[in-house]
């Protein structure tokens, strides 16, 4: 059974940073593409950034380019996601995601079959 599990959420003021993980198991993720997606109060769930097996290419939303840097250690099944310069925009429940296929580039949330229980991250102005 896939398991994923975020951590590293939290509160911090504008400007800071927060570091979110996620460890997967149940199986192996190496040729999937992994990712976050987030959500805010009232809102839909939205694509933040993937990443394909290989470590490239990388894919973010465009509010979050040069401030947010996905990585993944495929070895450990673990994918991670720096965010700095963090806004109140930010705000939201991130979530761990897996693709339904290999090397997918999608950022549909159709398109990924396993999420986890999600970890928020909030950011105070």
């Known amino acids: 059974q896939v398991q994923l599990v975020e951590s590293g959420g939290g509160l911090v003021q504008t400007g800071g940073f927060l570091t979110l993980s996620c460890a997967a198991s149940?199986?192996?993720?190496?040729?999937?593409?992994m990712g976050w997606f987030r959500q805010a109060p009232g809102k839909e769930r939205d694509f933040v950034a993937v990443?394909?097996?290989?470590?490239?290419?990388?894919y973010y939303t465009e509010s979050v380019k040069s401030r947010f840097t996905i990585s993944r250690h495929n070895a450990k099944n673990t994918v991670h996601l720096q965010m700095n310069s963090l806004k109140p925009e930010d705000t939201a429940v991130y979530y761990c995601?897996?693709?339904?296929?290999?090397?997918?580039?999608?950022?549909?949330?159709?398109?990924?079959?396993?999420w986890g229980q999600g970890t928020q991250g909030t950011v105070s102005s």
């Open positions: 995601v897996v693709s339904v296929r290999p090397s997918s580039t999608s950022r549909s949330v159709a398109d990924f079959g396993s």
């Open positions: 149940g199986c192996s993720f190496a040729f999937y593409t």
């Open positions: 990443i394909r097996w290989s470590g490239n290419p990388t």
